[in-house]
């Protein structure tokens, strides 16, 4: 045994490592992306397990089914709207016969710190009734990898872990063995198992809904899901999941000198789903009321409220007692519990007026220049129609952030890949110039499809790839396909050779570039326009890389 310090993100990896991991995959996507870049790491410098970064979540997530299917043990991580991207393959794997242990990593977002949405990964695993452990420190998400693993083996299912972003990005001191587990043998699963051929599918449905009375059993009996009864309250009990177990105990020593003689209430922890329902009956059994403390959205409030009987009052986040968005915090915690707020050093201090931050571009970023281009000639296109004919659609990555002032470029952010869909739309509905803005790697992830529907509809629209080299705004992973290679793709799409035009997005050829978009703009069919210049920090990590390589060789 020795101690680490990790972040969660780290913890959860060294785990899978430790736990007999042959294959890990994954798309960067914040808070998630420390967990593959550690195993990356591993993979590349120390010769560990197979560790790659794949187009997007859904070849990820089925990369790891083939390494399941040949009897070994795989993790595939992203975040929680990732989790959308790869729902196809996740859905249907439930009802393969998983063979080595399979455990989906999506790590949630609440707050909202780099994410389009709230979404709570928990909502997928009762979809699909697999099971989903939920770790509340970084020791936690260490150990846990090895039970989901085992689970996964001994049930056959894909297994969700939930990461949240406070776990993920903290560092805490972990207890880490000596060894790991030796990984499985290479060994083909049954192909009776893994062909969702309806015949075969309607079989394997009926045997994931009879494995679900064993995980109940199982969820029963797992030692993470805690309970500690007061048969002498008979007021109030509470639940925790996640987090809310952390800042409940941040509170009790205050909260438990606030119920005096009676003691705390019944307190359950739930760390994995199913929900432990045998235990929450117990718990409900003499109580009135039942306070839910979960990280992310009333997922088990509402489930309590289903199944316990109406005498019990379930509050929450559903009722006020929580707020409905946002992070938890020990704060908001104790307001919930009754207890006073806390004096702070800030009490009576009178905040200066600070002017607000927005995060921006870069300065000299390649965007910048290709966004100033652009403005250039919507403007000028708006000027010669005489009315609004323009719309600009982007999605997500650090060219999002041209949204915001001075640029104000951009109108749309939906999802990955939304940009070229939604230029499309645009052009269906009348606006004569539809632009279509998408990063290198997002293109790959999910804009390639995009462009085959545009290709044929003969959309007259204009999809603009800016081309910085890398995956920059999750910490510059790489993108699946070089720079270079682009412009083949793009034709092989079947986007016509002369209206693809490849130019370079500095800030001297603004004039230059903008007169491309106004001509190209012009073109009654599908344009593309690749505009390439490597990301400055990009740039900085390969000189840094290239320096230290010559070094070495000197
Ligand atoms: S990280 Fe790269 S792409 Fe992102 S804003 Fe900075 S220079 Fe631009």
């Given at each position: 045994m020795k101690e680490l310090v990790l972040l969660g993100d780290e913890a959860l990896a060294l785990g899978a490592l430790h736990a007999g991991v042959s294959g890990s995959y994954g798309y960067p996507g914040t808070p998630s992306t420390e967990i593959l870049e550690y195993l990356v790491d591993e993979f590349e410098t120390r010769g560990g397990p197979v560790?790659?970064?794949?187009?997007?979540?859904?070849?990820?997530?089925?990369?790891?089914?083939?390494?399941?299917?040949?009897?070994?043990?795989?993790?595939?991580?992203?975040?929680?709207?990732?989790?959308?991207?790869?729902?196809?393959?996740?859905?249907?794997?439930?009802?393969?016969?998983?063979?080595?242990?399979?455990?989906?990593?999506?790590?949630?977002?609440?707050?909202?710190?780099?994410?389009?949405?709230?979404?709570?990964?928990?909502?997928?695993?009762?979809?699909?009734?697999?099971?989903?452990?939920?770790?509340?420190?970084?020791?936690?998400?260490?150990?846990?990898?090895?039970?989901?693993?085992?689970?996964?083996?001994?049930?056959?299912?894909?297994?969700?872990?939930?990461?949240?972003?406070?776990?993920?990005h903290s560092r805490a001191v972990v207890?880490?063995?000596?060894?790991?587990?030796?990984?499985?043998?290479?060994?083909?699963?049954?192909?009776?198992?893994?062909?969702?051929?309806?015949?075969?599918?309607?079989?394997?449905?009926?045997?994931?809904?009879?494995?679900?009375?064993?995980?109940?059993?199982?969820?029963?009996?797992?030692?993470?899901?805690?309970?500690?009864?007061?048969?002498?309250?008979?007021?109030?009990?509470?639940?925790?999941?996640?987090?809310?177990?952390?800042?409940?105990?941040?509170?009790?020593?205050?909260?438990?000198?606030?119920?005096?003689?009676?003691?705390?209430?019944?307190?359950?922890?739930?760390?994995?789903?199913?929900?432990p329902a045998d235990l929450i009956r117990s718990l409900a059994e003499k109580v009135e009321t039942i306070l839910v403390i979960e990280e992310g959205m009333p997922f088990l409030e509402r489930q309590l409220a289903g199944i316990l009987p109406g005498r019990v009052k379930v509050i929450g986040k559903l009722t006020g007692s929580l707020p409905r968005t946002g992070e938890l915090n020990p704060e908001l915690v104790r307001a919930a519990l009754g207890l006073p707020a806390r004096a702070t050093a800030l009490d009576g201090f009178k905040m200066p007026a600070l002017s607000a931050r927005p995060p921006q571009l870069c300065k000299g970023c390649p965007h910048h220049d290709s966004y100033s281009a652009l403005n250039l000639a919507v403007e000028r296109l708006n000027a010669k129609e005489g009315k609004v004919s323009t719309v600009v659609a982007a999605d997500i990555g650090c060219y999002a952030l041209g949204a915001v002032a001075p640029l104000k470029a951009i109108e749309t952010i939906v999802c990955m890949g939304a940009s070229i869909g939604m230029a499309r739309g645009a052009a269906d509905a009348g606006y004569k110039y539809a632009f279509g803005v998408i990063g290198d790697s997002t293109f790959l992830h999910s804009g390639l499809t995009g462009i085959v529907d545009a290709v044929a509809s003969k959309t007259p629209m204009t999809v603009i790839i800016l081309d910085n080299s890398i995956v920059a705004m999750t910490g510059c992973q790489p993108t699946m396909l070089p720079s270079n290679q682009l412009e083949k793709a793009v034709i092989g799409l079947g986007v016509d050779p002369a209206h693809l035009r490849v130019i370079e997005a500095k800030p001297n050829m603004i004039e230059q570039n903008a007169a491309v978009f106004m001509e190209e703009a012009e073109h009654r069919g599908l344009s593309v326009i690749i505009m390439v210049r490597e990301c400055l920090e990009a740039h900085r990590l390969r000189k840094k890389k290239e320096s230290a390589a010559g070094e070495a060789s000197k």
């Open positions: 560790a790659r970064w794949c187009a997007n979540e859904k070849t990820a997530y089925e990369s790891a089914l083939g390494v399941s299917f040949a009897g070994k043990r795989s993790i595939v991580t992203m975040k929680h709207v990732g989790l959308n991207v790869a729902a196809d393959p996740f859905m249907n794997s439930s009802l393969c016969q998983i063979k080595g242990g399979l455990i989906c990593v999506v790590a949630d977002d609440p707050s909202m710190h780099s994410s389009q949405g709230e979404q709570d990964t928990r909502y997928y695993a009762d979809f699909a009734m697999v099971p989903l452990f939920e770790p509340v420190n970084q020791q936690e998400a260490y150990e846990m990898v090895a039970e989901a693993f085992e689970l996964s083996e001994r049930l056959a299912v894909p297994v969700i872990m939930r990461m949240v972003t406070r776990l993920a207890h880490v063995a000596d060894t790991a587990r030796a990984q499985n043998a290479l060994e083909k699963g049954s192909p009776a198992d893994w062909m969702l051929l309806p015949a075969l599918a309607r079989k394997n449905y009926a045997k994931m809904l009879d494995k679900q009375t064993t995980l109940r059993e199982w969820a029963k009996d797992y030692p993470r899901n805690t309970l500690a009864l007061n048969p002498a309250r008979k007021d109030l009990a509470i639940v925790t999941s996640g987090l809310g177990k952390n800042y409940l105990a941040e509170n009790m020593a205050e909260y438990a000198d606030l119920c005096g003689k009676e003691g705390l209430p019944s307190i359950l922890h739930v760390a994995a789903l199913p929900f």
